[in-house]
């Protein structure tokens, strides 16, 4: 502080993944899919480094990367951008916390600024060129997650980007970090990135590299000293403006202040003393290594040991050398403090015989050794062979041509496969690796990265069953290096191949002849000690516009027997868009932990933000499509869901009843009925000349032709019937439909709800139409809990099967009235129209012979329901008014009431009840089911009744109305 201004000196560290508590790599981390160890482990690296004396840490690498060829992928996050996007705020939030002047916290840096990770062919510092589509959707998110997490400063990145080194690049240092991202904190470049930019070609000399780097918005030179020998001549000849040099000094300064450093610029000489090393800070790095591992193959259960086994051999010099328990960004890691895998065993097992032999050494060039290996293996019965690569095969400067085990280490696994005896491999590697033969012949594989500090000690509390491996790959494991670049999120080519094959017999197919497309073991893949079952996978809603969300649960079961933690993934496809998107993307995922035959239920919610993409002005756009969704433990999964965005609210009858088949009916009187039909090809081609024009009359479509030609302009135009047609009700219907119904008698039981409101914090009013239900809480209800509502209806009962449903709007929580079920009737018209009635009569019973005579099932037959939302100008109306404005119809669930005996005896989807409206019922009496052939399309005709009418009897099976009652 002896300076003129007294600015007191920031001192940064590569503090990558400890200080001197070392955790797995990020990579390793990154395999825990817990962002809260994460976060944790990157706190206990800021504590340690702070107490030391270091301010800010260069770190996270928030580099997505993709070819495992490249060193550095060890420093990074994987190959996916939402879950490198996830960690690099994990990270950051660890690093800094709310306020990074704490004596406990540092200055984080998002590095490398950008594309780094895409340096061609895998080779560190190489050239990067790509499409700034590729580089807005892929590359650039996650740097802008840790700008969005509140990253105090950037490092540019060692390659060119498009032709422009970044250190030099004002498009991407000025115009996205600063103009579009609003970032305001510390540019600084990478080791020498501005003096490198003369042997890029980029400058002609020193001077005017920093001119280049100074102009594009690098606030600091890190080591080259361009900017300090060459910045005032620069500003003095006027390339370099005053006000470039301000902004540069500012930020700097800004920096500074944030860190608390003018406050106190100086460390606490004791706080190092009490904080390095602590008890818990090895114990939560412990942890983490046994969260990371990978159980990449388990055959015949062979994993986990029994503690009890007499004699076991540890192969490997991996195994058994302390310097190789750190990786190449070790920080102030000391070997002397870091546990060997031999000496994890050994410490697990006090009264067992451990044989170490090495076999080979590290990078095993020679097979001299293999013969000691060979008599230890025989000996014991039961080996452990530690393979992988040497620490310095990894980290920066660590690109490998070639990614399988290096020396001749696979040579000494055949040695011992050869023997009979049963082993398992460990595998210690920085990288994802080429391990084709291994995957067919090892029994086991556990993959343990570079584990740090405590890592030999986690490795044996997961091969010994302390620890159940939950670790997914957050890189694909290739099975040949000439499929790299490899990732999950590929995009479809015109000739997509069917299976992952080498089959001849899909030549023209963009397909390898020699090796499969697909990765030997595959993103987000990673096997437990037990087994765990995703059941009741739905979505609350198969059709929603662009600015909702998605609901979604899943239940997970463990079936196994044991307790374990399980990665519920949850991916997306968009079908078509008019830019191509990837085959599926990761959206969302949770880690739980479950007990033996424990369930729990996993939520995700999906909105706008999942569902579009950049156009081409790199604006988020929501087109209207299909999308599905896939949900399981690997990106591979099968498990699977569709649903519909529209940017529109719906505007046709087959987008009102997407969620389900509605029949529009009068809900308190006999005499007025409306009717929904679905039709497919094969209905149709039992329709009358005469209806099929009238069909097209209400599409607006022409009505000439034979009846072929109605029949495909039926189907061609079905789903441009106007919604109107839903929801335009003459006044004198609406009068009834608004009329109160006959009350529920108090002997009226509503059964198995006191639980669920009381969980889900309700309240249930009784007004003079029935019953009303206000959910505040949907979520918190059991999602399993079914809910029986027993009517007074003629003999039967009644029973709704409460589904998952998440309200909307307001609108659709409030007072969602007037819901009935009906059977259609094979007598539903009024005296007077007979003519009419009579065709649409006949044409039934010939639709009914027709069925029979082809042995359809009874379930063809429709019910259907209808839901009219309140208008939301005027909010929701009271029961008894006689408001007879039109109401929109937009269906949220399909509902379907069933007698009992029809509810056991019918393989139907379950009908839902939903919060906030108000129902009625009616008798039900016929057989239920969906349509089982065609697309569903729909149009309306309304009819009339008499309450009079002939042909009705009082038995159960009657098709006439009953009185309705409330719900």
């Known amino acids: 502080m002896s300076s003129r201004l007294k600015i007191p000196l920031i001192f940064a560290y590569d503090t990558i993944h400890g200080y001197r508590t070392l955790f797995p790599i990020p990579l390793g981390e990154t395999a825990t899919w817990d962002l809260e160890a994460v976060e944790q482990a990157s706190a206990i690296a800021a504590a340690e480094s702070r107490s030391a004396g ?29 879950l490198c996007s996830e960690m690099a705020k994990a990270r950051v939030r660890g690093f800094q916390g709310n306020d990074y002047s704490q004596p ?40 802008q997650a840790a700008v969005e997490a509140g990253v105090g400063s950037f490092m540019t990145a060692f390659n060119e980007l498009n032709g422009v080194p970044a250190t030099g690049n004002k498009w991407l240092l000025r115009d996205v970090l600063r103009d579009e991202w609003k970032f305001d904190g510390l540019v600084v470049s990478d080791w020498d990135a501005v003096i490198e930019m003369n042997a890029h070609q980029y400058s002609a000399n020193d001077s005017e590299a920093a001119r280049y780097a100074l102009n594009a918005g690098t606030d600091m030179e890190m080591n080259s000293q361009c900017v300090a020998d060459h910045g005032n001549q620069l500003v003095q000849t006027g390339k370099v403006a005053m006000d470039v040099i301000d902004t540069a000094v500012r930020n700097i300064l800004r920096a500074k202040f944030r860190l608390g450093l003018f406050d106190n610029p100086y460390v606490d000489e004791e706080l190092e003393q009490v904080t390095i090393l602590k008890p818990e800070f090895l114990q939560a790095a412990r942890t983490m290594a046994a969260k990371s591992f990978v159980l990449l193959k388990n055959e015949r259960q062979i994993l986990p040991i029994n503690k009890n086994i007499r004699r076991i051999a540890v192969i490997g010099a991996l195994g058994n050398t302390h310097h190789e328990t750190l990786s190449h960004w070790s920080g102030s890691a000391r070997a002397e403090d870091s546990t060997t895998i031999l000496q994890g065993i050994r410490a697990k097992l006090p009264n067992s015989n451990v044989i170490f032999e090495k076999g080979c050494e590290v990078y095993c060039t020679t097979d001299k050794d293999f013969d000691e290996a060979i008599e230890a293996v025989n000996y014991t019965g039961f080996a452990i062979v530690v393979v992988g690569e040497p620490r310095q095969y990894s980290g920066e400067a660590g690109s490998r041509a070639v990614i399988d085990l290096p020396g001749r280490q696979l040579d000494l696994v055949k040695r011992i496969n050869a023997t009979g005896k049963p082993f398992v491999i460990i595998l210690m590697n920085g990288r994802p690796m080429t391990i084709e033969w291994l995957a067919k012949n090892a029994p086991a594989i556990l993959v343990t990265w570079r584990a ?18 939950s670790g997914k790959l957050p890189m694909s494991f290739p099975r040949s290096t000439g499929q790299i670049p490899i990732h999950y999120d590929m995009k479809n080519t015109g000739r997509p191949i069917e299976k992952s094959s080498a089959s001849s017999a899909q030549r023209y197919r963009s397909k390898y002849l020699d090796v499969p497309n697909d990765p030997l073991y ?36 463990n079936i196994g027997d044991r307790e374990g933690e399980e990665i519920v993934q949850l991916y997306l496809r968009d079908v078509a868009s008019s830019i191509t998107r990837p085959v599926r993307q990761l959206r969302g995922f949770k880690k739980i932990r479950l007990d033996v035959q424990q369930r729990r239920h996993v939520d995700f919610v999906l ?48 987008q009102h009843i997407a969620a389900g088949y509605f029949c529009f009916a009068s809900p308190h009187t006999d005499n007025y009925r409306y009717r929904i039909t679905t039709y497919n090809e094969e209905e149709l081609l039992q329709r009358t000349n005469v209806q099929l024009r009238n069909i097209l009359t209400d599409l607006g479509v022409a009505t000439g032709g034979n009846k072929a030609e109605l029949i495909k302009r039926a189907i061609d135009n079905l789903d441009e019937l106007p919604a109107e047609h839903v929801h335009q009700v003459p006044r004198d219907i609406q009068r009834q439909m608004d009329q109160p119904a006959a009350k529920l008698t108090e002997d009226s039981p509503i059964t198995d709800l006191k639980e669920d409101l009381k969980l889900a914090d309700a309240t249930m009013a009784r007004p003079a139409g029935g019953y009303i239900l206000t959910i505040k809480d949907l ?92 208008d939301e100008a005027t909010g929701p109306r009271n029961h008894s008014s006689n408001n007879t404005g039109n109401n929109g119809l937009r269906p949220l669930v399909s509902n379907t009431l069933l007698s009992k005996t029809e509810y056991q005896s019918a393989s139907i989807s379950s009908a839902i009840i939903a919060p906030g409206f108000h129902a009625t019922t009616c008798t039900n009496t016929a057989t239920v089911a969906t349509p089982t052939t065609g697309p569903l399309h729909a149009a309306i005709s309304e009819r009339s009744s008499n309450s009079n009418s002939s042909s009705s009897n009082n038995s159960p099976n009657s098709e006439d109305l009953a009185s309705a009652n409330h719900i």
């Open 54 to 82: 270091i301010h800010w840490v260069f770190a996270p690498m928030v580099d997505l990367m993709r070819d495992p060829r490249w060193g550095r992928v060890m420093e990074g996050s994987g190959e996916d951008v939402f």
């Open 104 to 143: 406990n916290k540092v200055m984080a840096c998002a590095k490398h600024f950008a594309a780094y990770g895409a340096a061609e062919a895998g080779r560190d510092y190489n050239t990067v060129d790509m499409s700034e589509r590729r580089l807005r959707e892929i590359y650039l998110p996650p740097f």
């Open 452 to 469: 740090g500090t405590m890592g030999g000690h986690a490795v044996a509390d997961v091969l010994f069953g302390d620890v159940n491996p």
């Open 522 to 557: 595959a993103f987000g893949y990673g096997l437990s000690y037990t087994t765990f079952a995703f059941e009741n996978f739905i979505i609350n809603t198969t059709t929603l516009t662009a600015d909702e969300s998605l609901g979604i649960r899943v239940e997970v079961v």
């Open 607 to 654: 909105t706008k933000k999942d569902f579009g993409f950049l156009d081409k002005k790199w604006r988020l756009k929501v087109e209207a499509g299909v999308f599905e969704i896939y949900i399981g433990n690997s990106s591979d999964t099968t498990l699977k869901r569709t649903f519909t965005v529209s940017t529109t609210k719906p505007s046709s009858i087959t």
């Open 779 to 870: 979520k918190s209800i059991p999602y399993d809990r079914i809910i029986e509502l027993k009517l007074p209806i003629r003999d039967d009962d009644v029973i709704i099967k409460k589904d998952f449903l998440y309200p909307q709007s307001t609108a659709q929580q409030s007072d969602l009235r007037n819901l009935l079920l009906v059977k259609r009737r094979s007598r539903e018209r009024a005296q007077g129209q007979a003519s009419v009635d009579t065709t649409h009569e006949e044409d039934d019973r010939r639709s009914v012979a027709s069925s029979s005579a082809r042995g359809r099932d009874k379930r063809s037959t429709t019910i259907t329901a209808r839901i009219r939302l309140p």
